[in-house]
């Protein structure tokens, strides 16, 4: 059962903005989990292997950043990962 560190409020005033890391969980969700709070109430799933491989790809993250575009925002990266989405499907 999931026990919340920080409040909504807290969480947004302490972590906006921020890179986050290892620092900020206690601990890393690598299976399909279905995460409920003490209430009863759904917080999150997690679902492993359901996305395609080049929504997601670490390389290609990778890639972008070689190419001199290390200074990506969340907002921008999710664009290029959306555009190489949409050529993925374009090209089979």
Do not use: N
């Amino acid at each position: 059962m999931l026990l919340p560190a920080l409040s909504a409020k807290e969480a947004e005033a302490q972590l906006e903005s921020k890179r986050l890391d290892a620092s900020h969980y206690d601990r890393l969700i690598e299976e399909s989990e279905l995460g409920v709070l003490p209430d009863g109430h759904t917080k999150y799933l997690f679902l492993r292997k359901t996305l395609p491989a080049s929504l997601v790809s670490r390389e290609y993250i990778v890639e972008l950043r070689s190419r001199g575009m290390q200074d990506l925002t969340i907002d921008q990266l999710a664009k290029a990962i959306a555009a190489r989405r949409q050529l993925d499907r374009v090209m089979c």
